[in-house]
Every structure is written in C-alpha cells, then in structure tokens.
C-alpha cells in the first residue's frame, strides 16, 4: 500500500499561512491524496482532496508535485481554532468500493497567539 | 440535518461485560464504518459495511461484531469486553460515488 511520510509536529504564529508537508513518494497513478484533521477529542474532519492538480475550498488550499511524490497544505491565514492533528491520506490500491481510509500519525499543528 | 451521531457519548465498562455502540447517520449513505483510536495514534478500522445487510472485517476486527440492519445504522457490539478495548471509537459514513467520508463525534469507552 502507498503509504505517506508527515513530520510530527508544527508550529504556526496566528494569522499566518501554515504549510503542512507530506511526502507519498510510491503513490500509484490513480490514487488522490486527502487531507483530514481531527481536532482535539473530536472526530476526523474533511478539509480537501486532490489527484494531480492543485485544489482550492473554503478551507484550504492542496499543491501536488509535478511527480505526484508529495503534497503540501496550505491554511492561508491560520486560526486557534486551526489547531489540530493534520492527516494526510493516499487512497489506498484495491479497496474497490469499501472506501477503507489508512490513518497514519499526522503532524499535530499548532497555532500560537 | 444532525449527519453522524454515536450513542453514548462515554462509557464504563466492567471486564466480562457487554454493550453495543449505536452509529446512526441520516444521509442516506450507502458505506459506515468503525474505528478505534488509541492514546497517540492514528485511526484503526474495525468493521465497516457496503451497504444494509452487509458487514465486513477491518483491521483490528477481533473481540467486536457488527450488525447493519437498517441503511441508517450500523451497530458495534462488544461482547465480553476487555481492558484492551479501551479507546475512543468513532463512527464514519460515505456517499455512494465519493471518497470522503464523514466522522462522528466518538464514544469513549473505559473497561475496567
């Protein structure tokens, strides 16, 4: 299974924009990479998603590599409330319809006054 | 609209006893699943169903069953519980012809 590499942890001043990391580097063709944060004692919450083209939602922005092998996360103006566990997702190979999400440790963001 | 709900929300448990998680969700979502997340760690699937009437083994299935009866439920049962089972379990749902699934807010279950 493609598997995905995030430093453990981060730290942003308020107000600024966070740029989270994640290196996927055996991702195959057809897999799109997620981003969910689970913010504390809370359930995992959607934030984007993305297979080969840079995204944009009301949340966050995704830039993939030429080469698919990483992806960075940009909150552009970082909040308090922003602070969170970040996870980022390779859609695993061969799960057909099952949908079977892979969470590995994630980089825990956290966002100073 | 209350999207996934889990019933309860904490729990006790003495070693040997039972109980069953409630995940509920109200749109209409052909998949559920069940995760456990222990101290520190990311989430590990359990169970998870394709639809009503189907149910499947994750990746830490061992000491839980699972039950989906109606469309809109998907049941987590612990038969005699253990110390081991102590965690946080959240309950997920996805749309038919997406990928994003949609979380509950968790029950955190203590055995004693």
């Known amino acids: 299974d493609a598997k995905t590499t995030q430093p453990p942890s981060m730290d942003c001043a308020e107000g600024r924009a966070a740029n989270l990391p994640c290196n996927h580097s055996?991702?195959?063709?057809?897999?799109?990479v997620y981003w969910y944060r689970q913010i504390h004692s809370q359930g995992p919450q959607y934030i984007i998603h993305g297979l080969k083209n840079n995204e944009t939602n009301e949340m966050a922005s995704l830039i993939i590599t030429e080469d698919r092998k990483s992806s960075t996360l940009i909150l552009p103006h970082a909040t308090l409330r922003d602070t969170a566990v970040y996870y980022c997702?390779?859609?695993?190979?061969?799960?057909?319809?099952?949908?079977?999400?892979?969470f590995g440790q994630g980089t825990t963001l956290q966002v100073k006054p | 609209n209350a999207g996934v709900t889990q019933t309860p929300k904490f729990r006790v448990l003495k070693t040997g006893q039972s109980m069953t998680l409630l995940c509920a969700q109200d749109?209409?979502?052909?998949?559920m699943y069940w995760y456990r997340q222990d101290p520190g760690m990311g989430l590990r699937l359990i169970h998870y169903s394709v639809g009503e009437g189907t149910t499947a083994k994750g990746e830490v299935p061992d000491g839980y069953n699972v039950s989906r009866l109606k469309k809109q439920n998907f049941l987590l049962g612990l038969e005699s519980a253990a110390p081991s089972q102590t965690s946080v379990y959240f309950c997920?749902?996805?749309?038919?012809?997406?990928?994003?699934?949609?979380f509950g807010p968790g029950t955190r279950l203590t055995v004693l």
């Open positions: 749109m209409n979502h052909e998949y």
């Open positions: 997920a749902s996805r749309g038919h012809g997406t990928d994003t699934q949609y």
């Open positions: 055996t991702i195959s063709g057809n897999e799109y």
């Open positions: 997702i390779v859609y695993p190979p061969g799960s057909g319809n099952t949908g079977k999400l892979i």
